[in-house]
């Protein structure tokens, strides 16, 4: 079993910055990709970014330039900074974490940015 925790959220103006963290526990030596994930009232959960853990990432085209996923392998923690926010972007954020079996999800954190 793979436990998540996610952390960082809040409210900040449209323009503004955060840095989500999710930190894993348990068999963490089986997990593969790490990533982020969101879902805003009335909307698919989608993704935002994912790393492996040779550190490649991928990103999804709405945060492209403006949100940086990265991998702590030793602490077991996946970074989002995101910046140059905006309205659009006010969803809960999920992380994700996948393994050769089955795929871990935190119970979110809320990000609102304010217009």
């Known amino acids: 079993q793979v436990q998540l925790v996610e952390s960082g959220g809040g409210l900040v103006q449209a323009g503004g910055s955060l840095r989500l963290s999710c930190a894993a526990s348990?068999?963490?030596?089986?997990?593969?990709?790490m990533g982020w994930y969101r879902q805003a009232p009335g909307k698919q959960r989608e993704l935002v970014a994912m790393?492996?853990?040779?550190?490649?990432?991928n990103y999804a085209d709405s945060g492209k330039g403006r949100v940086t996923i990265s991998r702590d392998n030793t602490k077991n923690i996946v970074y989002l900074q995101m910046n140059s926010l905006k309205p659009d972007d006010t969803a809960v954020y999920y992380c994700?974490?996948?393994?050769?079996?089955?795929?871990?999800w935190g119970q979110g954190t809320q990000v609102t940015v304010s217009s």
């Open positions: 994700q974490a996948t393994t050769n079996w089955r795929v871990y």
């Open positions: 348990g068999r963490t030596f089986s997990i593969n990709t």
């Open positions: 790393v492996n853990s040779g550190g490649s990432t």
